[in-house]
């Protein structure tokens, strides 16, 4: 299994160094970090070059999408999955450059994979968000249809005891999506900028 984690990240530089600290504590780290810088201008590039160049051949490698223009998140993200799916990732990791994953996710994320039926199948495994040490229950939510519009609710605290549960609205925090099921059905629509 290939998994490649992508981030996106604009004119944060002094977070993204501690970002991708964070993803070189992982136990099991994942087999490709991809940044997509769009087009900062804050140092971010000269932090990306040195980044790229002095990466531990025994752990991740290191791959930079520089963008020519703020796409936004959206667009950041369409390039980064785009660009996951063309080093032949079977899941590909989302997250912003102010997300910063505990050092265990991705041995937890290969171990959940590996002891759930039917993995191959589900689209994306969600992990928690915290914010200040408590779970943010917005960036997971399901859809519902009203009588006039679609309302989101947002996953309610109790579910997450569950070692899995439905989940069809996601923010771009900790999630590994199925390569294959996102190519089915398209990468995200780099028109919406942010959402």
Same mark, same amino acid.
């Given at each position: 299994?290939?998994?490649?984690?992508?981030?996106?990240?604009?004119?944060?530089?002094?977070?993204?160094?501690?970002?991708?600290?964070?993803?070189?504590?992982?136990?099991?780290?994942?087999?490709?970090?991809?940044?997509?810088?769009?087009?900062?201008?804050?140092? +971010? /590039?000269?932090?990306?070059?040195?980044?790229? !160049?002095? &990466?531990?051949?025994?752990?991740?490698? %290191?791959? $930079?999408? #520089?963008?020519?223009?703020?796409?936004?998140?959206?667009?950041?993200?369409?390039?980064?999955?785009?660009?996951?799916?063309?080093?032949?990732?079977?899941?590909?990791?989302?997250?912003?450059?102010?997300?910063?994953?505990?050092?265990?996710?991705?041995?937890?994320?290969?171990?959940?994979?590996?002891?759930?039926?039917?993995?191959?199948? +589900? /689209?994306?495994?969600?992990?928690?968000?915290? !914010?200040? &040490?408590?779970?943010?229950?917005?960036? %997971?939510? $399901?859809? #519902?249809?009203?009588?006039?519009?679609?309302?989101?609710?947002?996953?309610?605290?109790?579910?997450?005891?569950?070692?899995?549960?439905?989940?069809?609205?996601?923010?771009?925090?900790?999630?590994?999506?199925?390569?294959?099921?996102?190519?089915?059905?398209?990468?995200?629509?780099?028109?919406?900028?942010?959402?």
């Amino acid at each position: 299994m290939k998994l490649v984690a992508v981030i996106v990240t604009y004119n944060r530089v002094a977070m993204l160094a501690d970002c991708l600290a964070a993803y070189e504590r992982q136990t099991h780290p994942p087999d490709v970090v991809l940044v997509v810088d769009n087009a900062s201008s804050d140092g +971010t /590039a000269e932090l990306l070059h040195d980044w790229a !160049r002095s &990466g531990d051949p025994a752990s991740s490698d %290191r791959v $930079v999408v #520089r963008m020519r223009e703020n796409v936004g998140g959206s667009g950041g993200f369409f390039a980064g999955t785009r660009a996951a799916l063309g080093l032949g990732a079977d899941w590909i990791w989302v997250a912003d450059d102010d997300a910063f994953p505990e050092p265990d996710v991705f041995q937890r994320l290969v171990r959940h994979l590996a002891e759930s039926k039917g993995a191959g199948e +589900t /689209a994306a495994v969600c992990s928690e968000v915290r !914010r200040h &040490g408590e779970r943010e229950l917005i960036s %997971r939510q $399901v859809r #519902r249809k009203g009588l006039i519009r679609l309302r989101f609710e947002s996953i309610p605290d109790r579910a997450y005891s569950s070692r899995q549960f439905q989940c069809n609205d996601f923010s771009y925090v900790g999630v590994a999506m199925n390569a294959i099921h996102l190519a089915q059905v398209g990468l995200i629509d780099r028109r919406l900028f942010i959402w």
